[in-house]
């Protein structure tokens, strides 16, 4: 998401220098970017800790460093391939509208809805895990439920297989069309008493938005500014110092 790099000042700074120097150079240049780097994942990473609730280890692990070389005197802090693909943190930086997520197409394309469904959304009601995010549990036992799964096998046991002719156990489904209760997936749950029903998800046609909050850029580049003549100062003189 950033690129770190000094190409500018490091021909000034090589037009200062004598011979003996300059051979010098690219190895300290690479080290001193290579130290940027680290600082910079290091302040992101923190950067998380304060723009997200709770922010999970995948999220915290999205980032590596992509090291320079003599010849490659370029350093990056890049997202690891297993999360690029995902919309949510470039929209956390960038804000406006996100993609739609996994679950979010697959009921699209295969739930019997009539109307349209561009985001969910979890309610106070949903399970949450330990970072607030819907439990997957319950997003697998409501996605076997109104048979929206990947897989019509997937996640279906036979414990969960027997919730469904439990009649004090949760039972999950989707409103027809014409109901009095909102658009959504709806939990029913009943005792010798009587039934009750509360709402897990709500469906909306409308696509998510993000005001930005997670300021990577912003963080990146006051970073690397700080923080690389510091560095390359201190690989020059080490450099020089050690050259054979």
Do not use: C
Not at 128 to 137: T, V
């Amino acid at each position: 998401m950033v690129t770190i790099s000094f190409q500018a000042d490091i021909e000034r700074l090589r037009r200062r220098l004598d011979d003996v120097q300059r051979r010098q150079l690219p190895y300290a240049t690479s080290r001193a970017l290579n130290a940027t780097a680290r600082d910079v994942f290091d302040d992101v990473r923190t950067e998380m800790e304060r723009a997200f609730d709770r922010p999970t280890r995948w999220t915290m692990n999205a980032f590596y460093v992509w090291r320079s070389t003599k010849t490659d005197l370029t350093a990056a802090v890049r997202l690891k391939d297993t999360v690029a693909g995902r919309h949510y943190l470039p929209i956390e930086a960038s804000g406006g509208l996100r993609p739609q997520t996994g679950v979010e197409k697959l009921l699209e394309r295969k739930l019997a809805y009539a109307g349209i469904i561009q985001s969910v959304i979890p309610t106070k009601w949903a399970r949450k895990d330990r970072y607030g995010n819907w439990s997957k549990g319950e997003r697998n036992q409501v996605l076997s439920a109104i048979k929206a799964q990947r897989d019509s096998t997937a996640n279906t046991t036979k414990r969960s297989r027997g919730l469904a002719r439990n009649r004090r156990r949760a039972m999950y489904f989707v409103p027809r069309e014409g109901s009095k209760l909102s658009p959504g997936v709806w939990k029913r749950t009943s005792n010798s008493k009587r039934a009750k029903v509360k709402k897990i998800l709500s469906f909306t046609d409308r696509r998510a938005s993000y005001q930005p909050r997670f300021r990577f850029r912003e963080v990146a580049t006051d970073t690397a500014i700080q923080r690389m003549p510091v560095h390359m100062a201190r690989e020059l003189e080490n450099a020089l110092r050690t050259r054979r």
